[in-house]
């Protein structure tokens, strides 16, 4: 049974048009948080201790399954916790739990729509996942829907509340609350400017497999700065 769930949220964001594509492609080249003075940076996961370095491979294999042959190390933080907590200053830069090993991947898969997507993993001093932007919720050998498919399943479902198709945009994300990506179908609202702030339309649905009956559809006002 599909559900459909109707809300309305107020965003801003800044460069609106630049985090947003008409291709169904995933390219996200982030940058990590910096520990400077603090950490030591490392460009090989064998600058990392042995048994954390097995756990990080025991880790992505387990995580990542069929997309593992596409990961590639790019760099990574060792962070001295000790130097960092007792520097009063420090602890006001950043908030939430603080790695020792602050690692960055990179996933190139383009059969699967990832012409490129930065993985970010964060363990403590023993090794342990404090945080990875991938959804370790599900089976590593859960499949993504073909992109093709999420458009038609959008697009008809766009026809059936007769949205405006004119000039829509795609947004991926990942929601690290429910560990799930999401494809997000914006439809411009007609005769819905008004100056900066614009009216949309939006279809979210999951890109995995396994949810595939689960979206949602909703209205949200943009507004848009330009530098």
């Given at each position: 049974m599909i559900k459909t769930c109707f809300f309305i949220v107020l965003f801003a964001t800044c460069s609106f048009n630049a985090t947003c594509q008409q291709k169904m492609e995933v390219y996200e080249d982030?940058?990590?948080?910096?520990?400077?003075?603090?950490?030591?940076?490392?460009?090989?996961?064998?600058?990392?201790?042995?048994?954390?370095?097995?756990?990080?491979?025991?880790?992505?294999?387990?995580t990542f399954g069929d997309f593992y042959p596409y990961i590639t190390f790019r760099d990574g933080q060792i962070v001295n916790l000790k130097k960092y907590f007792a520097d009063s200053n420090?602890?006001?830069?950043?908030?939430?739990?603080i790695p020792k090993y602050d690692l960055v991947f990179?996933?190139?898969?383009?059969?699967?729509?990832?012409?490129?997507?930065?993985?970010?993993?964060?363990?403590?001093?023993?090794?342990q996942v404090l945080?990875?932007?991938?959804?370790?919720?599900?089976?590593?050998t859960n499949k993504f829907r073909d992109v093709k498919s999420v458009e038609y399943f959008v697009l008809k479902k766009a026809v059936e509340f007769?949205?405006?198709?004119?000039g829509y945009t795609v947004h991926f994300s990942y929601?690290?609350?429910?560990?799930?990506?999401?494809?997000?179908?914006?439809?411009?609202?007609?005769g819905g400017e008004k100056g900066e702030r614009k009216d949309y339309d939006v279809i979210k649905v999951n890109w995995q497999r396994?949810?595939?009956?689960?979206?949602?559809?909703?209205?949200?006002?943009?507004?848009?700065?330009?530098d």
């Open positions: 982030a940058t990590s948080y910096s520990y400077k003075g603090f950490s030591k940076k490392i460009a090989l996961l064998s600058q990392l201790p042995p048994k954390v370095n097995k756990n990080v491979d025991r880790i992505m294999r387990s420090a602890l006001n830069r950043k908030y939430g739990i990179r996933l190139k898969d383009t059969l699967s729509a990832i012409k490129l997507y930065t993985i970010f993993l964060q363990l403590d001093e023993y090794g945080h990875i932007n991938w959804p370790r919720a599900h089976p590593a007769k949205f405006n198709e004119k929601d690290k609350g429910q560990e799930k990506f999401f494809w997000e179908f914006m439809f411009p609202v007609i396994n949810d595939e009956n689960n979206y949602m559809i909703y209205k949200t006002q943009v507004i848009s700065i330009y």
